[in-house]
């Protein structure tokens, strides 16, 4: 008997179903999973997800379905969202994503909630989650679903996405990368072997297929879709000679409908692969009763078919193919008529612009304010889709007009949201051509300057320029962006300039009464007095700053005076005191809901923990910031921060091979605009190098830049400055060969620890630095006795190893000493080192951990991955978890994998029951 090619056993897909079915048997057991099934259209991914949905039934698995949509302007999130808000139990609740839709930190927010809502739902019930047409996915659902899959490794959802092959789309580019790197399995679906061709042709047909029949099936190059096709026309008509042609396939059949049928369903193709019927009757210009004949017609030759609760193509090559009959030109007239009836059927901005992309014509200026509009609305969500529906207003204006200009502005603002920094500059040097001369624009000007100011300093500082440059500039945007400058320069390492800058600042934040700018401006002074080596000044400036900034509304202020006061008390070696700070700063940041902020502290925090000898959550800090670059970008201030110290804590826990990609990702800083980072590039350069024994001459190549910077204002080395850092580049200097620039590193540092008394640290390192270079145990032994006063574990350690140098047969209790500390901070390659120093004065060392009961893993864990552990345990979603411990999220999901692998487990059913174990 004749049977639906839909109903039929799916041939020829025995092992891509085995992998299916053991990953869901894994799921069923608690442990997800991560397969990417690709194949050009017509293969058989959307048939295997089916497969995959039937196979997960015994299990009892909550499925959730995801679908792209080849008509982009969607909606951020509408793809995902849609499948979350779906049914009697909704994984997140409406109301609350809506309300989240409309926060400048949108991103940020809804992956978080999208995160914790599919933890609850795991916690429950295993979740198998579908993916089909992941290249046609909005860039919010995209960016949810290359994060999402590693941030919740150890959950019990299994990820199956469904995906072409060689798609150009930048977004699924990287989506396929990042989820390939993170472990995916991929799945890839070629044609049909002759068998298994022959057997479908067999279950559809219901007997033996004739030799002209397969001859059929293999011109069609065995591809599921086409034999699909071929054999129910073969069914319905008993031929034998049809054409092997998708696209003759697909007309045979528009031929067997009506004429009123046909023009129906073209017309159909040309708006949407989803027919949405009240609309298609309005550009028809008829009532939506009159469709229900012609759309049954194309329901009946299976051209389209209803897929919950819409009526959409039954294949996108079917809608391609349909569509391709239409003349371009009246699809153009059809698509551009369509988008004024949808602007009157109440469509939003981004759905109108998605008929208007392609159908519009330059000068249309109701055209260019609707995809105005639709950028606006999508800027939040889905900058990249943003930024390209402005260049398509752009491209429809007049040059050189005012809307072109303003247009302009818009686009480069979109574009650094987008990560687009190139397309961004280039574009903003077409407006310094042309001029600018509005109160909007300059004010524009100051938001991409707020916007860039973690990302580029440089171009933080062009911004600004241009603002201050318009006279249309209110007094209060005068000082703020005089204030963000100055901080921008002072990051770049220009003083000189930036001291001018805030100057004006001050001034200008005086007259208009902005405490705002005020605490900015006085926050960046401290930066310059503590690089003239005044950090008394500095001290008093930024406690001035914090006050102030306490009587404004956070949102007002455009950097941080309390986490650069952070910053000063870790500089002065207290970095504890620091991490009291950032506790209470993440706490107030997380409670008024402002992702930058939360992005702020965690990049503060990840060289605060670092300087505190905790280079496990140090660590895991880096890389979770590093992590949060899918919502809110990177730039130079996460690369002096979280890249360096990862790439720090992974030379001194013996990593050399993530040290190198880290190195390698560093390159970019070396080539930065801002000297300030082009020096920290090179330091990091500097000591991954000699982690791996580079040659004196690659080594002197890239310390040459700090060497020349040593008695300048600002950091030499590594950015904000690091006092213990002089150390290890007299260490270097000196084992390279150029003791003079050793010596000059040394006067400095003494200089700075002579001008500032009340900061102790200094002298230390100065002591230090000295005793190394001369060889000096006298001095080196003071630096101990100061260091012993500081929270600062590595360069009491260092020091201690530099002491027993010098001091030969004495050198065992330095040593045990040195030994014992990099062991309590888990520096495993600086223990090595001590251990085999230790060995040739005769001693062989056990360690700290060697209390512990062999096997026991739990004492493997830190005492921060120990509590987010117990409180995974015991039933907590990671952002619970966060705002328990003062986190973000994305540290909690780094803890919570290094435990795992500590513990040797793979999913948090996993954890539960080894938990429940122990206690």
């Known amino acids: 008997m004749n049977k639906d090619p839909q109903l039929c056993p799916l041939r020829g897909r025995d092992r891509e179903l085995a992998v299916l079915s053991e990953r869901l048997a894994a799921l069923a057991g608690g442990r997800g999973s991560t397969v990417v099934v690709t194949g050009a259209p017509g293969t058989g991914k959307s048939r295997l997800l089916l497969e995959a949905e039937r196979l997960s039934r015994p299990y009892g698995l909550r499925v959730l379905r995801v679908s792209g949509e080849p008509d982009a302007a969607v909606m951020p999130g509408e793809g995902l969202l849609r499948a979350l808000l779906a049914g009697p139990e909704p994984v997140l609740d409406a109301a609350r994503a809506r309300a989240l839709a409309t926060r400048p930190d949108h991103r940020y927010w809804l992956l978080q909630e999208v995160q914790e809502g599919l933890e609850r739902v795991a916690a429950r019930r295993p979740v198998l989650l579908l993916v089909d047409d992941l290249q046609w996915c909005d860039d919010l659902t995209m960016l949810a679903l290359r994060a999402l899959p590693g941030r919740l490794a150890g959950v019990a959802i299994t990820w199956l996405f469904a995906g072409r092959p060689g798609d150009d789309n930048a977004g699924y580019t990287e989506t396929r990368a990042r989820l390939e790197a993170s472990g995916a399995t991929t799945v890839r679906l070629d044609r049909l072997d002759d068998d298994a061709a022959a057997q479908m042709a067999r279950d559809v047909l219901g007997d033996e297929a004739s030799l002209a029949v397969l001859a059929l099936v293999g011109g069609a190059g065995n591809n599921p879709l086409l034999i699909s096709e071929l054999l129910s026309g073969i069914r319905g008509e008993g031929r034998t000679d049809l054409p092997a042609r998708f696209g003759t396939l697909v007309g045979r059949r528009l031929g067997r409908l009506t004429p009123d049928g046909r023009a129906v369903l073209e017309v159909a193709a040309v708006l949407s692969r989803r027919i949405d019927v009240p609309f298609l009757g309005a550009v028809l210009r008829r009532p939506p009763a009159t469709l229900v004949t012609p759309l049954r017609e194309a329901q009946v030759e299976d051209l389209v078919h209803t897929d919950e609760q819409d009526l959409v193509f039954r294949h996108d090559l079917i809608r391609e193919a349909v569509r391709a009959t239409v003349p371009a030109a009246v699809s153009r007239a059809i698509r551009r008529e369509a988008a004024d009836l949808a602007a009157e059927f109440g469509h939003s901005p981004a759905e109108v612009a998605a008929l208007l992309t392609d159908s519009a014509e330059p000068g249309d200026e109701e055209a260019v304010a609707t995809l105005r509009r639709a950028a606006a609305e999508l800027a939040l969500g889905a900058p990249s889709r943003a930024a390209d529906l402005s260049r398509r207003a752009l491209a429809l204006t007049a040059e050189y007009s005012p809307a072109h200009r303003a247009i302009t502005v818009e686009t480069i603002r979109l574009l650094w949201l987008a990560g687009r920094a190139a397309e961004a500059t280039a574009l903003g040097h077409t407006l310094l051509v042309d001029g600018i001369d509005s109160a909007t624009e300059a004010s524009a000007r100051l938001g991409l300057a707020a916007a860039s100011s973690q990302y580029s300093f440089a171009e933080a500082v062009l911004q600004c320029e241009i603002a201050v440059g318009s006279a249309a500039l209110p007094l209060a945007g005068r000082a703020q962006a005089l204030a963000l400058m100055g901080v921008n320069l002072t990051m770049m390492g220009d003083f000189d300039r930036a001291d001018e800058v805030l100057g004006r600042a001050l001034a200008a934040a005086a007259a208009a009464g902005d405490d ?404």
């Not at 260092?798 to 047969?809: K, M, P, Q």
Request: hydrophobic residues 45%.
């Open 516 to 919: 705002g700018a005020r605490a900015v401006g006085l926050a960046s002074s401290s930066v310059s007095a503590l690089y003239h080596h005044r950090w008394q000044q500095a001290v008093e400036l930024a406690d001035e700053a914090v006050a102030l900034s306490r009587t404004v509304r956070s949102d007002q202020i455009l950097w941080g005076a309390v986490q650069w006061r952070s910053w000063l008390d870790s500089l002065g070696g207290r970095p504890d005191r620091a991490l009291q700070s950032a506790a209470e700063g993440m706490r107030t940041a997380q409670h008024d809901g402002q992702a930058w902020l939360v992005r702020q502290w965690s990049l503060d925090r990840c060289r605060l923990l670092y300087d505190a000898g905790r280079l496990a959550d140090a660590q895991a800090e880096a890389e979770g910031v590093l992590a949060m670059a899918d919502e809110l970008g990177a730039g130079n201030y996460a690369d002096c921060t979280a890249l360096t110290i990862a790439a720090r804590v992974a030379l001194h826990t013996g990593d050399l091979a993530a040290a190198h990609r880290y190195d390698a990702e560093a390159e970019r800083m070396r080539t930065d605009r801002a000297p300030l980072v082009r020096r920290a590039g090179a330091w990091l350069g500097v000591l991954v190098a000699v982690a791996h024994s580079r040659s004196p001459a690659r080594i002197r190549e890239l310390l040459v830049q700090g060497a020349a910077a040593i008695g300048s204002v600002g950091p030499a080395l590594g950015t904000p400055v690091d006092p213990a850092d002089d150390v290890t580049f007299v260490r270097i200097a000196v084992a390279i060969g150029e003791p003079d620039w050793a010596e000059r590193a040394v006067t400095v540092a003494e200089k700075r620890a002579a001008a500032n008394p009340g900061f102790p640290f200094l002298a230390a390192t100065a002591d230090h630095a000295r005793g190394l270079l001369a060889g000096d145990s006298d001095r080196i032994s003071d630096a101990i006795e100061i260091y012993r006063q500081f929270p600062r574990s590595l360069p009491l350690a260092a020091a201690l190893e530099d002491l027993a140098a010098t001091t030969g047969e004495q050198s065992r209790p330095a040593l045990e000493e040195a030994l014992s500390l990099y062991e309590s901070t888990g520096a495993i390659r600086d223990a090595a080192r001590v251990r085999s120093a230790l060995r040739k004065v005769g001693v062989r060392w056990r360690g700290t951990r060697s209390s512990s009961r062999p096997g026991d893993r739990w004492s493997l864990l830190t005492a921060t991955e120990a509590a987010v552990v117990e409180k995974v345990a015991a039933g907590a979603t990671n952002r619970q978890v966060a705002t328990a411990m003062f986190l973000s999220p994305h540290t909690v999901s780094t803890h919570l994998r290094h435990a795992f692998s500590k513990l040797d487990i793979n999913s948090r059913v996993e954890l539960a029951r080894l938990f429940a174990q122990r206690t």
